[in-house]
Structures are given as C-alpha cells and as structure tokens.
C-alpha cells in the first residue's frame, strides 16, 4: 500500500511562491499517475495537476502557466512549484496515486486510491 505525505504549505502574500513536496512509499507499480488536488472552504476537491512515470504533465486551467508539477530525482518525490499564487488559490492541497495511466479524467478524485492528509495554502490579498 502506497503512502503519502505532504509537505510546504503555509501562508503568503498574493503574487509570491511555494513549493509542496509529496513523499511516496510503499509504492512498487511501474505505471501511475500522482496528481495534486486541493479543497477550498464550502467547496468540492478540486485536481489541480497531474503527472504520469513518463513525466507527461497535465494542469486545470486556472492554474496553467503558474504552477508546475514534477518528479523528484528518485521519483518518491512529486513537487508542485506554485508561483504568482492569487487568494483563490487557497485551500488544502493532498496528493493523490493511481496505479494506472493519467489518462483523461486524471482530475476526478474518485479515480485515485491513496492520498496523503493535505497541506494548507492561505494566499493573502
């Protein structure tokens, strides 16, 4: 059974960055799919970007061209470097593992077996 746990959230001004790291262990699948979501106050768990063993990298729209998503040297570790971060961007971010492709639907959180128990985001206007 995969493991999760993230790490790196706190709390910054609109404009500024942040780095969350996701550590896995346990994990032995030579096709996956580890994605990053997050979950806003009243609001439904949202996929945020997604990135398979081969690297192809997928990303929602509000975030694109802000935040990349990318493995660690070892590939046990999944970065989320996000810059230019806005108050929207707010909420409590899990990484997530699928023992399978990314595929289409990589965003729906129902697709996903392990997640880890989240950091927190607060971006400041």
């Known amino acids: 059974q995969e493991r999760l746990m993230e790490s790196g959230g706190g709390t910054v001004h609109a404009g500024g960055s942040l780095r969350l790291s996701c550590e896995v262990s346990?994990?032995?699948?030579?096709?996956?799919?580890m994605a990053w979501f997050r979950q806003a106050p009243g609001k439904e768990r949202e996929g945020v970007a997604s990135?398979?063993?081969?690297?192809?990298?997928q990303y929602t729209n509000s975030v694109r061209g802000r935040f990349t998503v990318s493995h660690g040297s070892s590939k046990n570790t999944v970065y989320l470097q996000m810059n230019s971060l806005k108050p929207e961007d707010t909420g409590l971010y899990y990484c997530?593992?699928?023992?399978?492709?990314?595929?289409?639907?990589?965003?729906?959180?129902?697709?996903?077996?392990?997640w880890g128990q989240g950091t927190l985001v607060t971006v400041s206007s």
């Open positions: 346990g994990w032995t699948d030579v096709t996956y799919c």
């Open positions: 997530a593992y699928m023992s399978a492709g990314c595929g289409a639907y990589w965003y729906r959180p129902r697709e996903y077996t392990d």
């Open positions: 990135i398979s063993e081969s690297g192809t990298r």
